[in-house]
């Protein structure tokens, strides 16, 4: 039987075919309503969120270094400049392998260990899109052959930049100090988005004290930028405003004239502007040149720096503590006529010694006979120990402490270059304190010729001579004169007058004095010997010796024993303070000479310069970074 075949419902397909066309229809309109929705909003409620990022796909911020401002001195010579070099730098981002990059750079650019152990500590310190350099000062030849490689390091870069020069090399370096690298330390306290250009920053001295003037605000460049992240073109740019130029108080001439006296030996010298307090000169030696800091010093070199026996990275005139020694006799004799203690016509016998009521001890005066009848002025001319053994046991350590602190002894002096301490006034709650003792008759005898406790630095010598001079008015000192912004006049800095020594009676200023200038022009003064016989100007002022070794016998000489017979190391220091002309002081200065006696002949060339005239001084400028042991003067 045949199979019979069911006849299509063709009217049945197409309804199916129509609702389902109907559907299909529905949904693509639910669709094309969906993405016209979506498309509204993205172009309407989201369009600057996604023009701004779209923008970031091509354009790019680029932080711009500012100039660092540079630093001159009184007579605009320049003493820290920017020189243009060239450097490789280094985007981390742009290579996952670093170590690979810097072992393939190394083969067409030398590379030493201080400049890859920096680039790794920098690394840790940056985001991995910063440019981080690796080498500084390029050689002509470098550039060339980094360019002829240049695409096989798509991460490295030739940028030129300015860097810190310092043209008198070592002549400042502790005036003016140095930059360097910035640590993790330092980033902890700057302003990150100001130092996103910024590699370098003051270490210490004036670059570091004044750094936020010197740098400068931060510039912008939006840079169109191709698929390797390269700039294209410069879209908008806000340019960086470079640091203000500083004019300091010193006198680069006599600088060097103060540098020149000391002779390469170990010692301070502080210049003085008593109407002011204005710093002319401050010498440290020896020294150091601060351009090996700049690109960063080796690790070799800064430990050759740092264990030199004479120590030229320590800033003697703000740091060293030198006993007051005879320096102090002016102030105890100020205190001694102000307090009714003593007068001008009150005198002693000297047989050589001094010795405490009821105690067998003597305090010997350094001339071993003594000095025979002694008044004030005869005492202060020749710095007769015994005169002042006596005044100061009848005053009392307070007495004593109270002068010294009224002059600036034991405490900062402010000057703008941190640093310094503060120096030792010594008294019984201080011993106490430090020593876990009590006070003693014999610390008072001690402490009335500046020996036993009592220290302070070179610059508090300078600042209590100035005060001496001004008869009682006193001045921060300070290191800046003007400071200029850019295109605009400079701006001078005023002097900041301190409390002032007020005395009893004002006469008293001109006995001590009187005395002082006594000490150069009597033959029977610590100084006549170097300056009474030819003096073209008055001075006034007072030597001092400081012991180092305490020795117990003695020749007839009054000398402990030979200095030159000692190790040099155990010699005493000489210290001078003095100001001139007297009636109208125009320069007061500080001069220690560690273990020698030539302090007065220092401070006499460093007089005769600025009070009759200069002489020819060479000058050789540093125009490269000299070998370590060259350094140190």
């Known amino acids: 039987m045949q199979k019979r075949i069911a006849i299509k419902n063709h009217l049945q397909e197409i309804q199916l075919t129509a609702h389902r066309c109907v559907a299909m229809l529905i949904i693509m309109l639910i669709l094309i309503a969906l993405l016209i929705t979506r498309l509204g909003f993205l172009q309407l409620t989201k369009h600057d969120l996604y023009t701004t990022l779209s923008k970031k796909n091509w354009l790019d911020l680029i932080p711009t270094e500012p100039t660092r401002g540079l630093i001159y001195d009184r007579n605009g010579v320049l003493l820290a400049e920017n020189i243009p070099v060239f450097s490789l730098d280094i985007i981390p981002e742009k290579n996952k392998n670093i170590s690979q990059v810097l072992t393939d750079i190394g083969k067409i650019i030398p590379l030493n260990d201080t400049e890859i152990a920096q680039f790794q500590k920098e690394l840790k310190q940056h985001r991995r899109f910063d440019e981080i350099p690796l080498k500084l000062r390029l050689t002509e030849a470098e550039v060339a052959r980094f360019y002829e490689n240049q695409y096989r390091f798509p991460s490295a870069l030739i940028k030129a930049r300015l860097i810190r020069h310092y043209p008198l090399g070592a002549t400042f370096s502790h005036v003016l100090g140095y930059v360097g690298r910035i640590n993790l330390e330092e980033l902890k306290v700057i302003d990150p988005s100001n130092y996103s250009a910024t590699n370098y920053i003051g270490k210490i001295g004036i670059e570091k004290f004044y750094e936020d003037d010197l740098h400068g605000t931060v510039g912008y460049q939006q840079a169109e930028t191709d698929a390797s992240g390269q700039p294209v073109r410069i879209l908008k740019q806000i340019k960086p405003l470079p640091g203000k130029s500083l004019y300091l108080t010193l006198d680069s001439r006599l600088q060097l004239i103060a540098e020149q006296a000391l002779q390469g030996q170990s010692g301070a010298v502080v210049v003085i502007q008593p109407a002011t307090g204005q710093i002319l000169a401050m010498v440290s030696e020896p020294t150091f040149d601060p351009n090996l800091f700049v690109a960063g ?101 307070h007495l004593i402490d109270d002068i010294l ?41 001690n402490s009335s010729i500046g020996q036993g406790f009592m220290q302070g630095t070179p610059l508090q010598f300078a600042q209590g001579i100035a005060t001496m001079a001004n008869r009682g008015k006193r001045f921060a000192p300070h290191l800046l004169l003007t400071e200029q912004d850019a295109g605009k006049p400079p701006q001078p800095q005023s002097a900041t007058e301190l409390e002032p020594v007020n005395l009893n009676n004002n006469d008293n200023w001109k006995i001590v004095i009187a005395a002082l200038q006594n000490v150069f022009i009597s033959n029977q003064g610590t100084g006549y010997a170097h300056y009474g016989h030819d003096m073209p100007y008055t001075i006034a002022g007072k030597t001092g010796t400081a012991q180092v070794y305490s020795i117990k016998h003695r020749d007839e000489d009054g000398k402990s024993e030979k200095q030159d017979k000692l190790p040099e190391g155990l010699r005493d220091h000489s210290l001078f303070v003095a100001f001139a002309p007297v009636d109208n002081p125009q320069i007061a200065i500080a001069v220690i000479a560690e273990h020698s006696t030539s302090a007065p002949a220092i401070a006499r060339k460093i007089l005769d310069y600025y009070l009759i005239g200069p002489a020819p001084i060479k000058v050789v400028p540093s125009t490269k970074e000299e070998d370590t042991k060259n350094a140190i003067r």
Request: hydrophobic share 30%; charged share 20%; proline share 6%.
């Open 297 to 397: 010093i080796s690790s070799q070199d800064f430990q050759q720096l740092q264990q030199a026996p004479n120590k030229p990275l320590y800033n003697r005139t703000l740091r060293g503590l030198y006993p007051l020694a005879s320096t102090i006799k002016p102030y105890i004799a100020l205190q001694g006529l102000d307090s009714g203690n003593t007068t001008p016509d009150f005198t002693i016998f000297d047989p050589g010694w001094y010795q405490l009521p009821n105690k067998e001890h003597q305090y010997h005066d350094w001339k071993f006979h003594g000095h025979g009848t002694v008044n004030l002025n005869h005492a202060l001319t020749s710095s007769c120990d015994t005169y002042f053994f006596a005044l100061g046991h009848k005053m009392g350590i």
């Open 405 to 445: 602190d009224r002059f600036g002894f034991g405490e900062l002096t402010g000057i703008d270059m941190g640093e310094e301490v503060p120096g030792i006034i010594a008294s019984p709650s201080w011993k106490r304190r430090a020593k876990g003792t009590g006070w003693y008759e014999g610390d008072t005898i």
